[in-house]
Structure formats: C-alpha cells, structure tokens
C-alpha cells in the first residue's frame, strides 16, 4: 500500500548537523536544490496499490537510493551501508538520525515494481522538467550507440546444450516428476555411452536427447490459472530450448544464444567482438541532456532505432524534433525515408556517407530507370525489362543479354569483360533517391556545422558507461538492462542539470 509520501520530518538537532557536516556546496545539496524530487511521487504513486499490504516506505526515497547507487557506483547492500554513516546521503534522503533505512532487498522489489515502463517514466521526467527551464530545446539531436558488456560467462557449445537440458528438465519437474527421473537415467547412460568420442559426436547425441525431452514438454497442458510461476518458468525454459536446437540447426543464421543464464545477450561487433548489449541514446546538442535511451541486443538495427528514439521522446514531451545527426549507420534507405518524410516525422537528417569506389565504367546511376515501365536505359540507348529483386528486397536487378551488350559500342565503357552467358547486371536500388539526397547534403555547409558537433555525444556516452556504471550489466535480461541504463542515463542528466542551472546564461543559449 502507497506509505507517506515523505519520511518524518528532520528534528533541529539533525537540521543542525547537516548545516555543520554537509557543505553548501556539497554536490548532494545542489542536487536536492536543482531538482524537484517530490514531482516523482506522481509518477511512482500510480506502482502501489491504494488500500492493500502494509504502507510503503516513501517512494521517492527509494528513487533517490537507485540514483544515489548510480551517481557513486554502488551496489544495493553498499549504499544502504552508506547511507547508515554518511550524513550527505542522510541529507539527500531527508532522514534523522534515528530513521531506520530499508532493507538492500527492497531496492530490488523497487526495481521489479516499477519494471522498464516505470522507470522510463522516471527518466522521462526528469527530461520534462530541463525542457520547462529551457534548457532542452529541439533544434538538433545526436544519436549515437556504444556496447554494454553482459555480466555472463560464454560456455562451449556443449556446455550450453546441457545447461538448457538441465534447466528445462528441472522447470518440467513439477509437472512430470516420473518422467524426468526417466529421463535422467537417460542422461546418465548417454554420458557413458558417449565417453571417449570426440566433442561433435557428444554435441551430436546431446542435441539428440534435448530433440527427444522437448517432444514431450511441447506436449504438457498448462494448469488452472496463469499465473502459476511453475509453468510461467517451463515455458521459459521450453522457449530457450527450442532457439539453442533452431541455432544448432541453422549456424549461419546469426542471433544466436549465448547463455542459459542471460538468453536475451548476443554477441556484435563495436570495434571489437563483445558478448552483451547496444545501449543507444539521443543527445540535444544544445544542452547536451540525454532525451532519449533504448538497449538492443548486440548487433541490433541501430538505424531503425532511430526512428523508435524520436518517436518516445515526441510521444513523452509533444515537441517536434528539428534534425538528426547520426553516424554511419544511418546511411539506410529504409530509416532515411522514413525520417524525413514530411507527413511522417519530417525531420532533417544529417548522416556521413560511405566513400564511393572510383572506376573506369558505368555505375547504376549512369543507367536510367523508368519505374512506370519496368525497364532500365543504358547509355548507349539499349533498354532491358528482364528484373527480379534481389534477396534484401531493396533493390531490382536488371539484366541485359549477352548479344545486346556484345555488339555495343560502349562495351570497354562498361564492363572490364563480357560474361561467358549473360550481359551487364544493373542493380535500381528503391531508396536511390535518399541515397542521393544524403550525399548531395553532405556538401553543404550546414551539414559541416553539424558534424563538428556530433563529436559531443561521444564523450557524453563516455561518462555515463564509465562514470555512472553502465559499460557493463548489472543484471541478465534487456527489461533489467534498460532499467540500469535508465538510471545510468537520469544521473548523467542530473549532473549536466546542475552545471547549467550554475552555469551563466549566455553557456546555456542553442548555438545559432
């Protein structure tokens, strides 16, 4: 049940303390000074029940824990510890000297209470407040996304195959006791059938064995209600077992599990392989406040996130983003078109743009396409309507005959060699035109301004992964990371708040 919205308050003799130990300038007074804390009441209000369990501990004092744990990169049982000595972290709280603090578990009943959604919400906030002192305006966003270390240990592939066997078979326990027994025994016979033979035979028969429990775990009947935590669990594990069998079976399809305990961690490429999370944020430049934070698994669609960013912080705060600056991996048609279009969210991008290969010959766009026909012209007048699409399909494909391209006058113009049966292949991408409108913007001198600023989002996402603890999870799932990220995110934000709010007015003016 929703408690007291605020602790008891502070007797004269911890007024005094505070003055005497806590400076004025001490960065928890600022804090407390440039922040409305008691406006979150509102948000949290809504994740307690209004006349059942006991009354709660004030909410908003269990905010200010989770920002406290993320401003000085503590864990649950540390800042609680913490909290119990130190009298700026009293102050911060608004707590006397005899109140008695909550229990480290609490913190994670907080976490699990309030989910993604609640602390979303949160952070949120926190944005809506900096947009009310002007200090977020929507002249330009900077994306940008780095990696986020998974806090799991990468078993073999054998080893992976016989901890999800282990688990499915404990979660289908109570339901099957008997049979899991059986299935044991199995276990045990395989094991010593199998000893001596080399890694692939074993990966081989496990596989085989996980095939077999799983016909008859697909089998089971849920029991009365939903909301049996046995078979919720089952079905976890069912699910897990079933995409470690579907990665064995197709190795070349990527997305591949990593581990039993954090299935939803994948392995990418950010300069170096890495096992884990992207965590992708949206920057103002001209405050330079974290408005927006989304976590993909590693090797996710930074592009199409993009889209997803713009579209939350306009969703929370009803403004109207201006313009875009984003790396490399905006150069995609798809997301290109679907940011500027003018009926849609029309917002001016500015992304840098892949060298183009010089070369001798024609390129596609010496070839002119007539879309309404169905054909491509090439430069020497010769017209071919034999298309197909291609596998991403994103582009046509269209091929001239080997006798049209023979007796072409252009032919050293445009191909180094004949192929042995088949003439000139011209690939008509359907983003052709973003395409071209990104690399003509990418001459002008607005665009130049842009990217001297982009640099500044860099070193933003520095400080929250290193300073703020969020290189690497704290928790398995991507609902739990996003959480961390979250609050990495509010106490990056907050410290930027301060700086501004101290800052003389003319550092706080967008750049014109």
Known sequence: MLGNRTPPRLTEFDKQAFDIFVPDDHYLRKAMAAIDWDSFHEVLAPYYSADQGRPSDPPVMLLKLEFLRYQYNLSDRQVIARAKTDLSFRYFLQVDHYHCLVDPSLLCLFRGRLGRDGFRKV?????????????????????DASHVIANIAIPATLGLVSQVRDKLLAAAAAFEPVRVEGE?????????????????????????????ILSWVDELLPPEGDANRDWKRLVAQRQVAHKILADQENPQAGDRTLSTVDPEARRGKHGDWFDGYMVDILMDADSDLITQINVLPAGGNEAQDAIELIRREEDAHGNDIEALSI?????????????????G???????????????KVFTPGDFVEDSEEGCVTCPAGNKSRSRRRNRKDTSWVYQFTRSTCQSCPLLESCMGHLPEHNGRSVHKNGYELEYRRAREKTKTSEYAAVRTEHPKVERKLGEMLNRHGARRARYHGLEKVMIQQLMAGLATNVKRILHLESAPTSRVQPAM
Not at 125 to 141: I, N, P, S, T, W
Not at 345 to 359: C, S, W, Y
């Open 123 to 143: 952070f949120n906030q926190l944005v809506g407040m900096a947009r009310e002192h002007g200090l977020v305006k929507d002249r330009l966003r900077i994306k």
């Open 327 to 343: 790396d490399g991996a905006g150069f995609n048609g798809p997301m290109l078109r679907e940011v500027e279009d003018p009926e």
């Open 184 to 212: 044991r025994v199995n276990l045990e016979l395989l094991r010593q059938r199998t000893e001596g033979s080399n890694n692939e035979q074993r990966l081989l028969a496990r596989v085989t064995h996980l095939r077999e």
């Open 345 to 359: 969210l029309n917002v001016n991008l500015f992304v840098p743009v892949p060298k183009e290969a010089a070369t």
